[in-house]
C-alpha cells in the first residue's frame, strides 16, 4: 500500500522557520515527481510546490517564491519542505502528494503570534 | 501561469438530480486536467483524469468532458454521498493549479 505520512502540525510565530517532511512508503520515491499542496481551513486548494525524482527540478508558486525550499532524500524515501519568514497566511493543513492519486493526510501548520 | 475558474462556487441540489460544475483555463491545457473530490476531513479524491477518464472504482454517475480552455464535470444522478466540493486541476503546466471549488449541497 501507498503511503504518505507528514511530521506532525506545528505552531510557529510570524516570521519563523519550520521544516516539513513526508515519508514516503509503498512506492519508489525517487522515481517520481512529488509535490506539496496546502487548504485554509474552509478555503480551497493551492499548489506550493514541486521536485523532480533526483532533486535537479524545482518550482514554487508566486505566493511562497524565495521563501519555501522544497528538497527530498531518496535514499531515505523523504520529501522536504523549509519554509522562511513565515507569515499567517501561511497557515493551513499542508499536503505532500504524488499526483494525481497519492495524497498524504496533512499537516497542520499554524503561523500565529 | 495558468488559472482555473470553477463556477458554480456552491450548489443545492435533490437526490436524483443531474450537477454540472464548469471550469476554465485561462490558457488551452489539451485535456490535462483532472476532477477531484473532496470531504470534509479527507484529503482530495480523483475521480476524473485527462478531462474524461473515470478512475477506476468511481461510480459511473460521474463524468467529465472538454477540451482546450473548457470543461464540464456531471454527476448524472446526485446521491447522498456525494455531498462534498470537487476541484478541478490542470497539469499542462507544471506550475499545477486548481479551481476555487464547488460545494455541492442537498
Known amino acids: 500500500e501507498v503511503q504518505l505520512v507528514e511530521s506532525a502540525g506545528v505552531v510557529v510565530q510570524p516570521g519563523g522557520s519550520l521544516r516539513l517532511s513526508c515519508v514516503v512508503s509503498?512506492?519508489?520515491?525517487?522515481?517520481?515527481?512529488m509535490h506539496w499542496v496546502r487548504q485554509v481551513a474552509g478555503k480551497g486548494l493551492e499548489w506550493v510546490s514541486l521536485?523532480?525524482?533526483?532533486?535537479?527540478?524545482?518550482y514554487y508558486s508566486d505566493s511562497v517564491e524565495g521563501r519555501f525550499t522544497i528538497s527530498r532524500d531518496n535514499s531515505k524515501n523523504s520529501l522536504f519542505l523549509q519554509m522562511n519568514s513565515l507569515r499567517t497566511d501561511d497557515s493551513g493543513l499542508y499536503y505532500c502528494?504524488?499526483?494525481?492519486?497519492?495524497w498524504g493526510r496533512g499537516t497542520l501548520v499554524s503561523v500565529s503570534s | 501561469d495558468i488559472r482555473m475558474t470553477q463556477s458554480p462556487s456552491s450548489l443545492s441540489a435533490s437526490v436524483g438530480d443531474r450537477v454540472t460544475i464548469t471550469c476554465q483555463a485561462t490558457?488551452?491545457?489539451?485535456?490535462?486536467l483532472n476532477w477531484f473530490q473532496q470531504k470534509p476531513g479527507n484529503a482530495p479524491k480523483l475521480l476524473i483524469y485527462?478531462?474524461?477518464n473515470l478512475e477506476t472504482g468511481v461510480p459511473s454517475r460521474f463524468s467529465g468532458s472538454g477540451s482546450g480552455t473548457d470543461f464540464t464535470f456531471t454527476i448524472s444522478s446526485l446521491q447522498p454521498e456525494d455531498i462534498a466540493t470537487y476541484y478541478c486541476q490542470q497539469y499542462d503546466d507544471l506550475r499545477l493549479s486548481f479551481g476555487g471549488g464547488t460545494k455541492v449541497e442537498i
Open positions: 490558457q488551452n491545457i489539451l485535456n490535462h
Open positions: 485527462g478531462a474524461s
Open positions: 509503498g512506492l519508489s520515491s525517487n522515481e517520481n515527481t
Open positions: 521536485i523532480s525524482w533526483n532533486g535537479a527540478t524545482t
Open positions: 502528494v504524488k499526483f494525481p492519486r497519492t
